[in-house]
């Protein structure tokens, strides 16, 4: 019955008890509940040992986002959000240098890295990033800390990103006395299988696995996890959190399939018809009977009817399953924060009502961009800064002025990005005619607004670069339209 049948026994089933009650449900998780498949009905159920409770099984959590596009958007939805328009480096006082530094950040291709460790962050409850160095001098133990302060570095080599399923420890301050309690110092991982080679006659040859162990220092690497707590060896995945849910949707899919596959029944009734059970050619003329009745009924089709034959056409009666198909969603949305017209990519309900859950959606977008993205990235550009091959030689991050931008996450209509630059220039020109701004000041300050519509009047234009400048058409047509605007507020001030 769906996906949820069809995973492979684990042989880790047993009832609960008092000293085992590990993955104890007492819910309506039925496929497991009589141990022999399928029950007769949907909730004949009793307590149950399900071992994705205890202990998460990773290749059942991946097969299941594999194969339940439910499942999938839910985890892959908020990451390709978060990644998919990017960011960007402002450095005010060196355009050039500013473009260089983008230029090197774009080419460790971290859009696609980062989207891939928030799929493992929703997906397994745990994502690493690590990151690779380049150095003449430096020891490429990755046991060992490293401080681009003390250690010259070249350039960064790479930025991968690893799910929970290959880390076999996590070395952890568990002294809550300490100041760096519940801090890690180093993670510890088992190698995957190697790639395979081809020989110089075309022989396919197969890696051999490793069985190397790798230790990966805390200065080296970034590890989230989602909803950890203090005793929790590992964060937990969303697709336990939506369990229950995910499954019902799955059934759900299960029973309108089987409602549409037999939503018209046909019924022709004979009052002298049937045939004897004890006459084989009186049996396979009545079954043949009803197999042409079967394939030939169409719009088109016509019935001859004799006296005592009768035809019916029975439907299904399916009053209120929309109810309950939304009542399925609506919990969905609920344990996965996604909106429901986020998740079926429509409006819920009136205008106003899916605006507000899209708004309120990107909300949390952006707050899993501030409190996860972020901290690496920066800590990415630090590293760029440091190295001697990148925008011409090695600086101090904390010796310049720069910060991270993250391009807005959803675009306002045209309507809206007109008023919103109207607007602005209008509080400009009043401040610059006010006397309150003099007008490098009044430029800093629209400078300084991110992720709005008044990006086109900032400084920097496409791709924050000076160096693609404007053209001397558009130069005249901006200044005409802050002349226009300057002009406006002189004379309404008269």
Known sequence: MGLFNRKKPTGKRMPASSIKMNGYREDFMDYESQFTGQPQRFGDTRPVYTSLMADQDYELIDNIIHKNGIAHKVVTKPAQD?????????????????????????????????CQELVYYFGHGDAYGTIGIYSPTLDNNTARPFDPKKQPISDIAFFHVFGQNHVQKIEVNDDPTDINYMKEAAVVINQTKAGDTVDANGNIQPGIPKTKQIVIDKSRYFHISLDKFEDDDT?????????DQIHVLDTALYSVGKLLYAYDINVLTDDGGGYDP??????????????????????????????????????????????????????????????????????????????????????????????????????????????????????????????????????????????TFQNTANAVATLVNSGIKDPDEANQMVDGQNNNAVQGMQTQTKGDSIDQGVTMEQAKQLMTELKKVIHDNEKSSD
Request: one cysteine or more; glycine letters at 6%; aromatic letters at 8%.
């Open 82 to 114: 978060a990644t998919r328009n990017g960011w960007r480096i402002i450095y005010p006082s060196d355009p050039k240098k500013q473009e260089q530094y983008q230029k090197r950040l774009d080419s460790l291709d971290l859009k696609r890295s980062l």
């Open 235 to 243: 964060g937990n995945s969303v697709i336990t959190r939506c369990w």
């Open 278 to 419: 004890d006459d084989p050619l009186s049996k396979e003329e009545f079954e043949r009977q009803n197999r042409v009745l079967s394939q030939n009924m169409g719009t088109d089709s016509v019935l001859n009817l004799h006296d005592g034959q009768k035809f019916e056409r029975f439907s299904n009666n399916v009053s209120g399953i929309d109810s309950l198909l939304t009542f399925a969603w609506q919990q969905l949305a609920a344990a996965s924060n996604i909106p429901k017209s986020v998740l079926l990519g429509e409006q819920a309900g009136t205008l106003a009502g899916a605006t507000t859950d899209v708004a309120n959606y990107y909300d949390g977008v952006k707050s899993l961009q501030e409190e996860l993205l972020r901290p690496q990235l920066e800590r990415i550009i630090e590293l760029l800064m440091w190295s001697t091959d990148v925008a011409g030689g090695s600086e101090d991050p904390d010796s310049v002025d720069w910060k991270l931008v993250f391009n807005p996450l959803w675009s306002a209509d045209d309507k809206t990005q007109s008023e």
